[in-house]
């Protein structure tokens, strides 16, 4: 069987999906992490992924605040890959928008 070949993408303001991007190979897996700004770009960057053989996409929990994402990207795609959420139970979640809001402020703040 060859490689499977699937991406991880996730929202980080400001970044350039062309440059903030990764590939992590292993024994028959071959991982593609792509930073994208926006959920516009989440939508041209899977189409291109498509493109180069990704298989399967998983979305990053922030995704979750606009879960009609998936459908888009699905529909982007024509159907053609499985498109997923990673998601956080209980208060794991709360705790990771607490390290995002604690950022931002920070950011805000010059810091």
């Known amino acids: 069987m060859s490689d499977i070949k699937w ?3 996730f929202h980080s303001e400001g970044s350039d999906s062309r440059e903030n991007r990764f590939v992590v190979n292993g024994d028959g897996v071959s991982a593609h992490l792509v930073a994208v700004p926006d959920n516009a770009t989440a939508i041209s960057v899977a189409k291109e992924l498509v493109d180069q053989g990704i298989q399967f996409i998983e979305l ?3 995704f979750i605040k606009t879960p009609e994402i998936v459908d888009q990207l699905l529909d982007a795609t024509s159907n053609k890959i499985a498109v ?3 998601g956080f139970r209980g208060s794991s979640g709360d705790k990771v928008a607490d390290l995002f809001k604690k950022q931002a402020a920070s950011r805000a703040m010059g810091g």
Do not use: E, P
């Open 84 to 86: 997923g959420i990673v």
């Open 7 to 9: 991406a991880f993408i």
């Open 60 to 62: 990053c929990g922030s």
